[in-house]
């Protein structure tokens, strides 16, 4: 399609770059912008660069911040022996939001993934085990997505880091099983006999909320 | 949701003023230009700003353009004595992108919708009565969308045109009708009675492509 004007075609084809946005929609975000007061488009456009330019991983966790060590890494009060390893930035937001969690955290940027040729070296794997060897850890949590690449990730950090000559930190990984409010009937098999293999006693339970 | 970063949260809340892009859309966004080159944050947020700030209104038709006239009010070998009357830019592309429509544009900028508290005083349409005072117009077709607010413009701009006491144009309306591809079972009975009462000969048809 022809846009009847250089600076549509542009901010169109911008705009379309992003991933889940066409051009129909970049039309139609392009066109919404013009209604509005000239302020939104300038702070909106600004925002972005700002964002791009400024924004810091914190050294330590790779986190991002806007500072070198992120509020998490640089609070005393949370448990620095205690690491929960996740694949990126919205695991840390979303174990966070709990609030049931009050250690640190290693985010590594992604996952193993020999189908989309990331491979351990593309994560921050190294950096984790620098942490294991500079720092007494207590205790690694394994937060990672319960899929193939989550699954791969997983074994290679639990073959690597029991291997480390320097202090073994327990190894443990988050609970799979029935989500909370979901029927049993609709759960598939694995996740089922994952529950049921991992019980707990009652008592525990119930002192949870 | 707490966010880690204050750039971050600004340019959430700039992505998120967006229509239909909530905070959780505007976080994958973000997080999605942070693993692109830094070129392509900055050329989008340029793009953004040079396009509200740069983009004109066609003095004639009101359609956006980068000029003071657009390039279709000021190509001779448009017929500027037929005058389509659409609702916004994309109706103008949807018409052009079908090769079919020789004349020139008027875009009102809307409709008039008592509900949303758009009035005629809110649109163009002084500026079209002032281009059918001034220049000879054959024939303006109105071209709005068949909604209740479509109808509603369609006859206050057909009560205020004909009674214009200058030179009167032919007031036409585009047709209503089975969509071409469309199964007759499925189309509705209002559009279906007007694709009746609207019966064109099978020969002008078959000269359509």
């Given at each position: 399609m022809e846009y009847p004007s250089k600076l549509l075609t542009e901010v169109i084809e911008e705009i379309a770059k992003l991933p889940g946005i066409g051009k129909r929609t970049a039309l139609r975000l392009a066109l919404h912008l013009l209604k509005q007061p000239v302020e939104q488009s300038q702070n909106l456009g600004q925002a972005i660069q700002k964002f791009r330019t400024g924004i810091k991983h914190c050294r330590i966790c790779h986190n991002i911040s806007d500072k070198e060590v992120c509020d998490i890494c640089s609070n005393p009060v949370r448990n620095h022996q205690l690491i929960c390893v996740v694949e990126d930035i919205r695991d840390v937001m979303a174990i966070e939001s709990t609030g049931e969690f009050k250690g640190v955290y290693h985010v590594l940027g992604g996952l193993i993934s020999p189908l989309e040729g990331?491979?351990?070296?593309?994560?921050?794997i190294d950096k984790l085990i620098q942490r294991l060897q500079n720092e007494n850890v207590d205790e690694i949590v394994l937060a990672l997505s319960s899929t193939v690449d989550g699954d791969t990730t997983n074994f290679y950090l639990y073959r690597k880091i029991s291997n480390l000559p320097v202090h073994q930190p327990k190894i443990s990984i988050i609970a799979r099983g029935i989500?909370?409010?979901?029927e049993l009937e609709y759960a598939d098999e694995v996740t089922l006999a994952r529950s049921i293999l991992n019980r707990i006693p009652f008592e525990k339970s119930i002192k949870q909320k």
């Amino acid at each position: 399609m022809e846009y009847p004007s250089k600076l549509l075609t542009e901010v169109i084809e911008e705009i379309a770059k992003l991933p889940g946005i066409g051009k129909r929609t970049a039309l139609r975000l392009a066109l919404h912008l013009l209604k509005q007061p000239v302020e939104q488009s300038q702070n909106l456009g600004q925002a972005i660069q700002k964002f791009r330019t400024g924004i810091k991983h914190c050294r330590i966790c790779h986190n991002i911040s806007d500072k070198e060590v992120c509020d998490i890494c640089s609070n005393p009060v949370r448990n620095h022996q205690l690491i929960c390893v996740v694949e990126d930035i919205r695991d840390v937001m979303a174990i966070e939001s709990t609030g049931e969690f009050k250690g640190v955290y290693h985010v590594l940027g992604g996952l193993i993934s020999p189908l989309e040729g990331v491979g351990p070296s593309d994560l921050t794997i190294d950096k984790l085990i620098q942490r294991l060897q500079n720092e007494n850890v207590d205790e690694i949590v394994l937060a990672l997505s319960s899929t193939v690449d989550g699954d791969t990730t997983n074994f290679y950090l639990y073959r690597k880091i029991s291997n480390l000559p320097v202090h073994q930190p327990k190894i443990s990984i988050i609970a799979r099983g029935i989500s909370i409010g979901e029927e049993l009937e609709y759960a598939d098999e694995v996740t089922l006999a994952r529950s049921i293999l991992n019980r707990i006693p009652f008592e525990k339970s119930i002192k949870q909320k």
